[in-house]
């Protein structure tokens, strides 16, 4: 375990720390009307915290095994088109959130307000991480970078698991640090997180349009690549 190791997964962890699913979200439900819910909130990012942690184990000790028993499955022309299929679909989809609609937000708030409030069933805010977290799995790059550090690294098994739930600590340090203000110096904080919403209201459609349509097109495009498509166009055109 060499310190230019520590310094490259805290580097990794702090950018994972400005995700969807560690800072969005958390900001989102720290602008809930009334009192913090702490006990909630940080039920949430445990949560995240605990499925990117079984994810990097899991890749850590168990990629090469999962690998091999999947084998080609994912060449199989069904899977290509099927992923084709779902390519195309989120592109399309993605036009729904131009920006150009006005949003409608009233369920998503009464959501939140729900999902935070004291009485509510803590399953909301579980369901909620773990979807997040699901929702990111494809493009924790970060994580995948530092879950390749670690199989490379020849450390021992007690290391990687700790080295791993230390980088999952470090990735959710911000929304802890967050709460801890809003909790303390809700005054001096509440401005900041108001502007947030702000933005969050009015420009959180449009992005997530982007994000789809990007996403999509990506994933449209592999299946394509890997099904010939673009030979075939291309002899069809000549």
Known sequence: MTPELLLSLAGLALIDSTSIGTLFIPVWLLLAPGPV?????????????????AVGLLLVWGGSTLGDALGGALDNRGVLWAQLVLGVGMLALSFRYDGKR???????LRWRDRATAGDSSAR???????LAALAEVATMLP??????????????AASVVG?????????VLP????????VARPRLVEPVL??????IVTKAGSALGWILGIAGFLIARDAAARLSLFDLIDRIGR
């Open 124 to 130: 909301w805010l579980v369901g909620l991480a773990l």
């Open 194 to 199: 108001a502007r947030l919403n702000t933005w």
């Open 143 to 156: 994580y995948l970078g530092a879950v390749g550090l670690l199989a490379t690294s020849g450390v021992g």
């Open 37 to 53: 819910n702490v006990r909630r909130i940080l039920g949430y990012l445990a949560t995240i915290a605990a499925f990117y942690l």
């Open 163 to 171: 080295l791993l739930t230390g980088y999952c600590l470090v990735m």
């Open 175 to 182: 929304a802890v640090l967050l709460l801890g203000a809003r």
């Open 102 to 108: 006005r949003p409608r937000t009233g369920g998503v």
